[in-house]
């Protein structure tokens, strides 16, 4: 049945006595008292769907006793924000406690139920002191927490508290996980199963180094703790529950300080869940782990506001994961989730602040380790030490410091103890990345912390790992630097803190010989290559860069394989925003690292300037890298200046370029603008090239001589466009000309590029800027989508029904002159012919004779005098033969 959540308003009322076969929505006001449904005890009649009665002691908790259920299968009962199914839970003989003085009780129902066989239901109800150490919980899928009184401060002696728990699904069961069980020697803690009274667990005496807790395979639990008179010392707890399902694999883990323990796998799919004090950190490793194909191990780091971190191994991944992981914070826990068909061994072991010394087991892959608590500070004026042992006593231990911070007086000495020798000492904070090797077996890390203040933070972190002596391991610290290789296979490590960006130089690679770039990468733990030198690099330049980002360890790695690989190699930041000025009267212009490719996410300017004169540039070669959702870039632009204003032209990636490409300034300064975007593009081939020279002597593209037009300036630069437009009174016809005017660009002989010419006619007045609309004249152009009626243009004229066009012509056209061909004719009714038909005056019948029609074109001759100005397209318009035109003229 799906979760149901009420929300109830407590309604103020006046006091009432409770009665047998209470009424819905009754209130009780009473300190203690017994409530009853309605018709009880003979039979249930209850005939609304809610019935709600309202519960107020007046001060501390109230007490339930639920004496008498029946109740048909399906009936609700909420109260104190618990949900009861009747038919899934047992209610009677069970005493619960609410957390305040006032409460609702409703019961809700189907109303289709019989209810002929079922008396309702009859509980007592009393006021208890609101400090009685008893209260009910109902159980979630996520972890909720119990505390004794005024945790983390002692309980009082000779105190008794119990916690009732229930599920809020039928068949799911109770799980729970201890966080702190430091009650004292003489207190007892007994879990029951409340269905039966039997015990799940316990008695259990405190205080408690470590429990394990499977699954109660119980939906109701009850907690009791009992506190002796005698008791003393530190006496607090703290445990969470969570419900699950039934036949759910899930084992919980409580460790106290100091103590290694220790997690098997199950035979089944299980989750395994790691729990310290909640004033601890906690510190897990596996020892060993085997996970068939198609299985999986998840480890999530877990607090209280949520999910923290998550690693996902998988059978791909055991020559990488991650085996040690570290609490970030105190109280955090860890759930480790495995499939069936996974083994592992795994410890854990929880640690205070100022725990010391501790003991690790070196292997061949490489595991984190950090000082007591970190990230906080470790005590002043302490002392602490560090064993690292080779689990393999053949090999060495290498240390990696990855932060080492130190105060003054602060001292880290690394001792050899198979030889009782000092391999390194550190007094001040290290900002550079340290890297230690043992000459045995064994390593000791001793710090002894002064009593001075600290103001860089007083902690470490490092990996480590066991070696083979013969191993060629070298590593490099610092944000800059170079080296050679050696005659040897070898494995170079560069630590940073920046991006970096490598140059390797004098590159001799043999036969089956080659020099692998890594990056290391966080999420997930492993090697990336960022590129392969081989034989066929020998005597070329290489470049590379790291990608950054949150998933960079900050570690680069160079493999060589062959004893006779050789190279210099050059490292130092990445600058992603570059400026590079070239000079002189000639030279070549190249993208960076050319002519190797070039590396992502590089914003370069450069910006040529010749001593006099202008700069002509010439791109020679152009292949530019395409992104998912940007494109590299090369703008060139007029001057010192970047403006879309001064832009000349340029280059995209995935668009075809036409090279060579000629580009010239206005003075002795060009400046062209590289962006390249964060898309992989080391293996790609992409790079491009371009040569200047000085120009003193530049041929100019005197105005073309269109009639008509003016153009945007008299004298254009080669490689520059200039705009021609039409004269006033003027238009260019071509309506698919969206700009209205005509470019060419100024070739660099002096002449102009082919292409359209400007061809601007006169404009004629618009018709309905001199004659008024009306739905008699109508009049459509000939050039329906030119922008004004134009030389050329003809007028078609019509009348609407029961009118005849007449004192002029059907079409007239514009002139060159601005004006029409003709005058517009006028539009004349025509008579009605059933009214006239005994008429014989042909003039009659038309409605007009000549007398009259004389006299109207004598009225139209006068008020005519021509048509001019500019006027925009019009397809059909009306107007009155009665409204005079201005100035019409004719040609």
């Known amino acids: 049945m799906n979760a149901v959540i009420f929300y109830f308003c407590l309604i103020v009322g006046v006091q009432m006595t409770p009665v047998q076969g209470s009424s819905c929505d009754d209130r009780f006001d009473n300190p203690q008292g017994e409530i009853t449904t309605p018709g009880f005890p003979n039979r249930l009649a209850l005939n609304q769907s809610l019935c709600r009665f309202q519960i107020d002691v007046g001060s501390g908790k109230i007490e339930l006793k639920f004496e008498n259920v029946s109740l048909p299968d399906g009936y609700i009962i909420t109260f104190a924000s618990f949900l009861y199914i009747i038919g899934e839970n047992r209610l009677e003989s069970r005493n619960f406690y609410t957390p305040r003085h006032k409460i609702d009780i409703s019961f809700i129902y189907p109303g289709n139920t019989s209810r002929n066989s079922y008396t309702g239901v009859k509980l007592r109800y009393k006021r208890i002191p609101a400090d009685t150490c008893i209260s009910n919980h109902k159980s979630l899928h996520f972890d909720v927490e119990i505390q004794s009184p005024g945790y983390p401060n002692n309980y009082q002696a000779n105190l008794t508290c119990e916690y009732y728990i229930d599920v809020y699904k039928k068949k799911n069961f109770i799980q729970i996980g201890f966080i702190d069980m430091s009650f004292g020697p003489n207190d007892v803690f007994t879990m029951y199963d409340t269905n039966d009274n039997s015990i799940l667990l ?111 191994l998988t059978s791909n991944d055991l020559g990488h994961y991650r085996r040690n992981f570290e609490a970030l914070e105190k109280g955090n826990w860890f759930e480790i989730e495995q499939t069936k068909n996974v083994s592992f061994d795994l410890r854990f072991m929880s640690y205070s602040s100022g725990m010391c010394p501790f003991y690790k087991e070196s292997e061949s892959f490489e595991s984190g380790f950090s000082s007591p608590g970190y990230p906080d500070n470790l005590p002043s004026n302490s002392s602490c030490e560090f064993y690292f042992t080779a689990q393999d006593e053949t090999k060495v231990v290498s240390l990696k410091f990855k932060e080492l911070l130190l105060s003054p007086g602060d001292l880290v000495t690394i001792y050899d103890p198979t030889r009782n020798s000092i391999i390194a000492k550190y007094y001040r904070t290290e900002q550079l990345l340290v890297s230690v090797k043992s000459k045995g077996g064994a390593i000791r890390v001793v710090v002894n912390t002064s009593g001075n203040q600290t103001t860089v933070g007083r902690r470490f972190l490092l990996d480590h790992k066991a070696l083979s002596p013969d191993v060629c391991l070298i590593e490099y610290v610092g944000r800059a630097g170079q080296f050679s290789s050696v005659n040897r296979s070898c494995e ?108 992502r996410g590089i914003m370069q300017i450069y910006h040529v300037i010749v001593p006099n004169g202008h700069v002509m540039l010439n791109f020679t070669e152009m292949q530019l890298t395409s992104g998912r959702f940007f494109n590299d870039l090369v703008t060139i632009y007029d001057g010192n200046t970047t403006s879309e204003k001064g832009k000349l032209g340029g280059f995209e990636g995935g668009t075809p370029s036409v090279v060579p490409a000629w580009f010239l300034s206005s003075s002795n300064i060009i400046t062209v603008k590289f962006a390249c975007v964060e898309d992989d593009a080391l293996r790609r081939k992409n790079r491009f090239k371009a040569s200047y020279v000085t120009k003193t002597q530049v041929k100019y593209c005197d105005a073309l001589k269109w009639p008509n037009t003016h153009p945007e300036r008299n004298l254009t630069l080669p490689g520059r466009t200039t705009k021609y437009f039409c004269n006033k009174n003027y238009l260019n016809p071509d309506y698919k000309n969206i700009f209205k005017w005509v470019e060419r660009k100024c070739n660099f002989g002096g002449d102009w590029n082919q292409g359209d010419t400007l061809i601007c006619k006169r404009i004629c007045p618009r018709l309905d800027e001199k004659l008024k609309e009306n739905s008699t004249l109508r009049w459509s152009y000939s050039f329906t989508y030119a922008r004004a009626p134009h030389d050329g243009t003809n007028v078609r004229f019509t009348c609407g029904f029961g009118w005849e066009l007449t004192g002029g012509p059907e079409i007239i056209t514009c002139t060159s002159h601005g004006n029409y061909s003709a005058f517009p004719p006028t539009c004349k009714k025509l008579p009605d012919r059933k009214k006239n038909e005994g008429s014989s005056s042909n003039a009659w019948k038309y409605g007009v004779g000549f007398g009259s029609t004389a006299f109207i074109i004598a009225i139209v001759i006068a008020v005519l005098r021509g048509c001019f100005g500019c006027c925009s397209v019009c397809e059909s318009k009306t107007a009155s033969s009665s409204i005079q035109l201005e100035s019409m003229s004719t040609t």
């Open 202 to 312: 316990g008695p259990l005496t405190g205080p408690r180094d470590g429990i394990q807790m499977n699954s109660t395979n119980s939906s109701s639990v009850r907690i009791v703790v009992n506190a002796s008179s005698t008791s003393n010392g530190v006496r607090k707890y703290a445990f969470v529950f969570r419900e699950v399902l039934q036949g759910t694999c899930v084992k919980e883990y409580y460790s106290d300080v100091g103590v290694e323990q220790r997690v098997s796998s199950a035979r089944e799919t299980c989750l395994h869940v790691v729990r310290s004090k909640k004033d601890t950190f906690l510190r897990l490793w596996f020892e060993s782990l085997v996970i068939s194909p198609e299985n999986f191990v998840v480890v999530t780091l877990r607090s209280s506001r949520g999910k923290i971190d998550t690693w996902n």
């Open 492 to 599: 170079f490590n560069i630590f940073y803190s920046a991006a970096i960006e490598l140059t390797f130089k004098n590159i001799k690679v043999p036969e089956n010989g080659t020099i692998e770039v890594f990056q290391r990468t966080k999420y997930p733990v492993r090697n990336e290559i960022l590129g392969t030198i081989k034989s066929e690099d020998s005597g070329t330049t290489k470049y590379f860069r790291n990608t950054g980002g949150t998933s960079g360890e900050r570690l680069i790695s160079i493999r060589t394989n062959g004893a006779s690989v050789m190279f210099r190699l050059n490292f130092k930041p990445f600058v992603s925003d570059r400026i590079v000025t070239l000079g002189g009267s000639n030279g070549t212009l190249c993208s960076p690292y050319y002519p190797e490719t070039y590396l």
